[in-house]
């Protein structure tokens, strides 16, 4: 088939990737304008832009999928499938109709659950034991078109959003292929949604990845993994914003009050509202990331110091 690939982040790559190399043709991507990066905020292409641009495919980057123009050079290229990763954007009525086989999206969770944005966080942030990606047709609606095929991922103890992501969109890129070739062949009749079990992902904010040290360890744990690497974990100290990585509960060490520090040469704990936690990587203002214990030898916390 002729594919318009749409996609934009680093996690988009791999599918990308795994359509180039397919049976398919992949005559045009769609991503996102460039958008400032780095510390001098120069205007960058999206990692989907430069590994088509790389490959020699032609780069649409429409401020709106409903802008005539693109819609016009949609028309043109004549796609038979629009197969789609983290995009970024709704697509509308318009641009759905133009392929024959309208738009298919990769979507990192076994839905109807956890619809959205963000599902990936979700999963880490409600201990789900179970997630997985789904390829489905998009409709109007968020997230709620028949799905064509799913595979499962497992949901290990210390995994963080990052690391989660990364396997999944290793698998996903596989099953978006083998999804392409069911819709070419005619193997491939989309299901309906179940109608229970719909839950939905907002994304994350910086102000939902401020850690509460009145919650229990476990939700602490959740939040900071959900939240690595973006938005980024995080809280204050001596009114400070101070960054945090991933923390271990320690159910077995002498309780602490919640945001309350214990430290000693080698570790840092922090309380909570049940048991404490060890701290991990941490980064202060202005800093580079580093070992807690070794902010806590910079900074010599006392007795009266507390995390907030």
Not at 7 to 29: C, D, Q, W, Y
Not at 92 to 100: Q, V
Not at 246 to 262: C, F, I, K, S, Y
Request: net charge negative; with cysteine.
């Amino acid at each position: 088939m002729r594919l318009v690939f749409a996609g934009t982040p680093e996690t988009a790559v791999p599918a990308l990737e795994a359509l180039l190399e397919s049976r398919h043709e992949v005559v045009a991507v769609v991503t996102r304008p460039d958008a400032p990066a780095g510390r001098g905020r120069r205007l960058t292409p999206s990692p989907v832009a430069q590994r088509a641009a790389e490959a020699g495919v032609e780069v649409l980057k429409p401020a709106k999928v409903k802008d005539p123009e693109f819609l016009d050079r949609l028309r043109d290229i004549a796609p038979d499938c629009c197969p789609v990763v983290a995009y970024g954007a709704l697509i509308p009525r318009s641009a759905l109709d133009i392929p024959r086989h309208g738009w298919v999206n990769l979507h990192f969770s076994l839905l109807p659950a956890w619809r959205g944005a963000a599902p990936v966080q979700h999963a880490v942030l409600h201990g789900d034991d179970i997630t997985g990606a789904a390829t489905f047709q998009i409709e109007a609606d968020l997230d709620t078109g028949p799905v064509f095929g799913v595979v499962t991922e497992p949901i290990l103890p210390e995994d963080t959003s990052g690391d989660l992501l990364g396997r999944l969109a290793g698998t996903g890129a596989h099953l978006l292929v083998a999804t392409m070739d069911g819709i070419e062949d005619g193997a491939l009749e989309p299901r309906p949604q179940p109608v229970d079990g719909v839950s939905y992902a907002a994304k994350l904010t910086p102000d939902d990845a401020r850690v509460d040290w009145s919650k229990p360890a476990l939700h602490v744990d959740r939040l900071l993994r959900a939240c690595t690497p973006a938005p980024g974990g995080w809280t204050t100290f001596r009114g400070e914003r101070l960054k945090l990585g991933p923390v271990r509960p320690a159910p077995d060490a002498e309780p602490l009050a919640p945001g309350r520090l214990r430290v000693t040469k080698r570790e840092v704990l922090a309380g909570t509202g049940t048991h404490p936690v060890l701290l991990g990587q941490v980064q202060p203002q202005g800093k580079q990331r580093m070992d807690a214990a070794a902010w806590a030898r910079g900074v010599h916390p006392t007795d009266e110091d507390e995390l907030t």
